[in-house]
Structure formats: structure tokens, C-alpha cells
């Protein structure tokens, strides 16, 4: 049993034959009504045993089981609504599916999530459905990362609501509250819950619970607490009541709120209400953010998406409370949100049946992005997910340990606490950090305060950064499988543009520059195409004529013998070993004879430029005569070289 939210949707009288019939459904209705499903399945059930079954009934019984977390149960009475009539409002398609899910029959409940879809319209629930109906495989694709057993502290009552308190470990518990009093709930017929403590050891272990914190009981529920860091302040759910004074709704319902106590030596007190709190609507299960600045619940306060939502509020630093703010329709849904959780590497753990799940509750998580916004909602998948409401999840991330709460078949009670050791993290949508480091081309000399510009496809400026001191550059939150272009510029270099497709996996791209001088320092014997990183002049087999991507780079080593107008060059050209020798001197020959009218050509002086072919003399590579190489390897050999003479 959790105190969870409900959606109670107004009550018509059932019209049945029999006056001592009506008046049992009368009385069942009055059950229904005050939460105390279990007296009203009683009831509802001995009367549709007789064989008086109405559509209004039918769908009380349904809700009192689902309700109530009985999904087989819920799927057998809404099964039998629907086989009476389909002319059912939406919500009950959904609901009807989602009790499906609770017996593994997820054929007919994709089924009635199609109808309830149609039927709805609007409805996120069913929106997310049509964008995702693959989900059973991408719960699958999720599975298997926990290693999950009985936590070993669990009751024949409902036992939840995990808390992490230094090595301890607090619980919410329905076990017997008291020797002479025992207070039962009518909704559940189960006791009131208690907090309990037990030990934790390194690995997940508990020792034998006690009940914590008995300064904090009263006759209702307490449950679900969260604890600074400093084990000084706790936050915990409690039924609207304090300092002996009972709250009710307007509609006689003493519903749930949030209060904080602090520990005074061993004793916790000055138990105070939440400011946000209100008589009318419910408060619970609040979680803390890694630094404490910001409370996390579950409420069903004016605002909210579904029949409960998860909200957030700002802890100022004078203790007080800023405006609680709804997480939005990526996290809330028109179902039920509670018990969220957020862990020390800002991932928002929470229960939703509203969210594409396995059945019942199942447990979600999304990434908190640093401005607030969430990324994607993933199901964590089983064993940790089952057909049966699974819930309350908590982490430790140093040790990978922790627990959550489900009511799933082979447990001690209702709802029973699970350790868990998570053995594989979970992927997020794929994540991108695009770096790398800015160097000088020729030394490798690193080039801090380097402008760093990354642009799209299309060469839309995104974001611009500096290279620190150890000439590195860093862009994240860039999109995997995206094409970007990386620009970078600094006063005595040329700047240089790269471009750059990303991979479709997450992870670190690293993209390197080497910058070049703007003004270099050459000296003779320098080879110009070397000292300009201008490309080596290649030939075709056999030829010796100016291929057209040569007479680009010619057109280069010419620019530069232009602003040098004293310099003076030798042209040195080369075939690969393939022909004789004698017929490879004359190639090349022809080759550097060919290279220097070109140039004469285009307007330099014949005093100029020297040259010589060199044949096969000098190959850059292992391929001499009748040694087996590839065309793109004598490719390598067929140049030209142009060495500085004088200057």
C-alpha cells in the first residue's frame, strides 16, 4: 500500500433492480467515495456474483482494483465493462491497458492504447504511444542492467519509500504500529505507516529495522522522508495532521502534505508544515537536488498536467520556499507522476503510469540539463520494471547500489523494498563533446588564446570559445551524426577552417588544428612545396604534360617567386621504378623541363630556374625494381620538388 494519488471522477447512482441491492450499492458507493476501496470491492463484487452488473459498477469495481494497485483483478472487472459496452470514456481504454500490462497481455493493451488514442484526441499519453510503438523494444534495449533481489527487511504489510541517511538506510513501513491500538486504513485495511531505520553496509546490506524517529508519529501515515546532506533537516510526507489538529478538504478528506523537522541531538523536532501546502490538495514524497537547493514532490496542486504531477520548488538560503514550478509535459503526463528521486549526477528518477511502461507504476529517469530542462525519458527497463507497480528508486552513484519498491509477484507483502547493484549505465540520447587542441604546424608548439568558432552546415556561427592555456578547445551539447565546420584564428597564422561529421554515438570527438605562419623563414635549400604546405606536383604514368590540379600548386610556387623577386629555384622531378632506368632519366627530364616552361610561362624569368630529372634515383618509398606496390604508392614517387637556390 502507498500513499499514492488518485483520480476520483464524480459518481452516478447505480440503477439496479432489488431495494436491498441498491442499498448495498448505495452503502459501497458511500466506501468508494471516502477512498475505502476495499470495503466497496466487498460489497460490488457480492452484488455482481448475483448477477447485478451495471456499466457504473463495473467500472467502480475496475477502478477499485486499479486503483489499489491489483491490475489483475482491475483487468478482469474492465474487461467485463468493456464486453458490456465500449461507449466508455477514454481514461478507462487507458486504464484498461494499463491492466492488461499487469498480466503480460501486451497485444490487446497496445490494442486499447490505439482506441484510447483515437479516442482522446489530445491526450499526451496517447500522442507518446503513436510516436513510440516500438517502446517494448526500447524497454527491452534498456533491460538487464541491475542485479535485483529482496532487500531483507521487508514485512507481510506494505513496506516502501527507501531514504538514504548517511550508512542508514529509512523506510516507510505498514507493519503493526502498536500492541493495543492498531490503526487500519479503510482503503487498503492494512495499518498506518511508521518510518523504520536499518543499518547499510558497503555492498547494500541491511541490518534488522527499527522504527526511526518516534517523536514523529501520530495515529495517520508518516512516510517517505528526504535528508539534507548534513543529516540535520528531514523532509517527510504526513496525513494533514500536527500538533494534534486534524485537516480536512472541503471534501471531508484528510489528504497528505509535506512537513520538515530537524534533529536536536538525537530527537527530531520542530516539526513545521510546508509553506506550499493546502487542505484541498495533496503533498508528498519530497526529494532533494544534489546541492539542496531545490525540493522535488508530488502533488496534485492547481497546475498540474495529470492526476498527479511532479513539482519542484527553490530552498532559499534563509530557509524559506520560492514558488513551486511543475516539471512540464516531458516529465507529467494526464496519468500519475510521483516519487521522484534525483540522483548526485543530476538524473531525475521517477514513477509515472502515464509514461510508455511495462504495467502499473514503472521507473523513469531523464537527464537534468544545466539550464533545468530534461532530456529524453527513458524506462530503466527490467528486472528493475515489472508488470506490477515498481516505484520509490534511489542510487548511491559512487557504489552503484541502491533500492526501490514494488509490489511484484514473490514478495513478503503489498509492496516490498528491493536492493539493487546497477551494472551498466544507461545511454541518454546520444551525446556529443567536440575538442581538440590548437598547435603551430611547423614546431608543434601548443596556441593558447586561439579563437575558436564553431559553425553549422551552412555556416551559421553556433558558439565561440578561446583555447586555454594548454591550446585546448572545448564545444558541448553538439548533435552526434551532425556535419559542423571549426574555425580558428590567430594574429601571425593563417586561419583555418575544418569541417567535421560527427559520429552517431555519444562520446568525445577530438578535432586537432595545426596552424601555419602567416610569415615564414626560409632559407636555401628549403623546399618551397614543403615550406608552404603546398602539394607535391604529380604526374600521370608515362606523362610529363601539366595535369590540371598541378597547375594549381604551380600556380602557387609562381606567386611566391613573384613577391621574392631575387629568388632563385631549382626544379627536381622524378618518376616511380616502373621502365628502365635510361627511359626514367629521360621521363623525368622531360618532366622538369615541362614544370619550368610552365612557369617561364606564366611570367617568370628562364635566369631563374634551374632543373634536373632524377629518375628512379630517389624514390620516397620501398618501391625499386620488382618489388609489388600499389598505384596510389608509385603515385608517391612520380614529383616534382622545388629547392631554394638563392634568396
Not at 510546508?274 to 522535488?296: E, I, Q, R, W
Not at 590540379?549 to 626544379?571: F, G, H, Q, S, W
Amino acid at each position: 500500500m502507498k500513499i499514492k494519488f488518485t483520480y476520483i471522477a464524480f459518481l452516478s447512482i447505480i440503477c439496479i433492480s432489488g431495494y436491498s441491492q441498491k442499498a448495498a450499492v448505495a452503502s459501497a458507493d458511500k466506501e468508494y467515495e471516502k477512498y475505502a476501496y476495499v470495503d466497496a470491492i466487498k460489497t460490488y463484487e457480492r452484488v455482481a456474483e448475483k448477477g447485478y452488473k451495471s456499466q457504473d459498477m463495473l467500472q467502480k469495481l475496475g477502478n477499485s482494483y486499479y486503483f489499489n494497485a491489483d491490475l489483475e483483478n482491475a483487468a478482469k472487472w474492465y474487461g467485463e465493462l468493456f464486453a458490456m459496452t465500449q461507449d466508455v470514456d477514454a481514461e478507462y481504454y487507458y486504464r484498461y491497458s494499463q491492466s492488461l500490462k499487469g498480466i503480460g497481455d501486451y497485444s490487446k493493451a497496445n490494442e486499447m492504447l490505439e482506441k484510447f488514442n483515437q479516442k482522446s484526441g489530445i491526450d499526451s499519453r496517447g500522442k507518446l504511444y503513436e510516436e513510440r510503438k516500438n517502446y517494448l523494444e526500447e524497454i527491452k534495449k534498456n533491460s538487464g542492467r541491475y542485479n535485483v533481489e529482496n532487500a531483507g527487511i521487508n514485512s507481510e504489510y506494505s513496506d516502501y519509500g527507501s531514504a538514504f541517511f548517511g550508512d542508514k538506510v529509512v523506510f516507510t513501513s505498514a507493519r503493526d504500529t502498536g500492541n493495543f491500538s492498531k490503526r487500519q486504513h479503510s482503503w487498503t485495511n492494512q495499518y498506518f505507516t511508521n518510518m523504520y531505520v536499518a543499518d547499510m553496509s558497503p555492498e547494500g546490506a541491511l541490518s534488522a529495522p527499527q522504527k526511526f524517529a518516534k517523536s514523529l508519529n501520530t495515529k495517520f501515515h508518516e512516510a517517505t522522508p528526504a535528508f539534507t546532506k548534513d543529516g540535520k533537516t528531514m523532509y517527510f510526507t504526513r496525513n494533514n495532521y500536527n500538533d494534534g489538529k486534524k485537516g480536512k478538504s472541503s471534501d471531508k478528506v484528510t489528504l497528505l502534505k509535506i512537513y520538515k523537522a530537524t534533529l536536536e541531538g538525537e530527537k527530531w523536532t520542530n516539526v513545521t508544515e510546508l509553506p506550499f501546502n493546502n487542505n484541498n490538495y495533496s503533498v508528498a514524497h519530497p526529494a532533494l537536488s544534489p546541492d539542496g537547493k531545490t525540493l522535488y514532490f508530488a502533488s496534485d496542486m492547481p497546475g498540474t498536467l495529470g492526476q498527479s504531477d511532479i513539482f519542484k520548488v527553490s530552498i532559499n538560503a534563509d530557509g524559506s520556499f520560492g514558488t513551486p514550478e511543475n516539471l512540464g509535459p516531458k516529465i507529467n503526463t494526464p496519468g500519475r507522476e510521483s516519487f521522484p528521486f534525483v540522483s548526485d549526477e543530476n538524473e531525475l528518477y521517477f514513477a509515472s503510469d502515464g509514461q510508455l511502461g511495462l504495467g502499473g507504476f514503472d521507473i523513469f529517469v531523464s537527464k537534468i540539463e544545466k539550464d533545468g530542462s530534461f532530456k529524453e525519458v527513458k524506462n530503466i527497463g527490467e528486472p528493475a520494471n515489472s508488470k506490477k507497480d515498481d516505484f520509490g528508486f534511489v542510487i548511491n552513484t559512487k557504489t552503484s547500489n541502491g533500492f526501490f519498491s514494488s509490489n511484484r509477484e514473490g514478495g513478503n507483502g503489498n509492496d516490498d523494498i528491493y536492493k539493487f547493484l546497477e551494472t551498466k549505465k544507461l545511454e541518454f540520447a546520444c551525446e556529443q563533446l567536440l575538442s581538440g587542441i590548437v598547435t603551430d604546424m611547423e614546431t608543434g608548439a601548443i596556441l593558447p588564446n586561439t579563437k575558436v568558432t564553431l559553425s553549422d552546415e551552412k555556416f551559421n556561427k553556433l558558439k565561440e570559445t578561446t583555447s586555454d592555456a594548454t591550446g585546448k578547445y572545448v564545444f558541448e551539447d553538439v548533435q552526434c551524426g551532425k556535419t559542423y565546420y571549426v574555425k580558428a584564428e590567430k594574429p601571425e597564422y593563417v586561419t583555418k577552417e575544418v569541417k567535421v561529421t560527427l559520429p552517431k554515438e555519444s562520446g568525445e570527438t577530438d578535432l586537432p588544428i595545426a596552424l601555419e605562419k602567416s610569415v615564414k623563414k626560409v632559407k636555401v635549400g628549403d623546399d618551397l612545396a614543403k615550406t608552404f604546405g603546398i602539394k607535391i606536383i604529380y604526374f600521370d604514368l608515362d606523362k610529363w604534360n601539366i595535369r590540371p590540379d598541378a597547375a594549381t600548386d604551380l600556380a602557387k610556387i609562381v606567386d611566391v617567386m613573384r613577391e621574392y623577386p631575387t629568388m632563385k629555384v631549382n626544379v627536381r622531378s622524378h618518376t616511380d621504378s616502373r621502365q628502365t632506368h635510361k627511359y626514367n632519366e629521360k621521363l623525368s627530364d622531360r618532366r622538369a623541363k615541362s614544370t619550368i616552361a610552365w612557369m617561364i610561362q606564366d611570367g617568370i624569368q628562364a635566369s631563374r630556374l634551374t632543373g634536373k630529372g632524377y629518375g628512379e634515383t630517389q624514390l620516397v618509398n620501398k618501391c625499386a625494381d620488382g618489388v609489388e606496390c600499389s598505384e596510389e604508392e608509385h603515385q608517391l614517387n612520380r614529383r616534382s620538388e622545388f629547392i631554394i637556390t638563392e634568396l
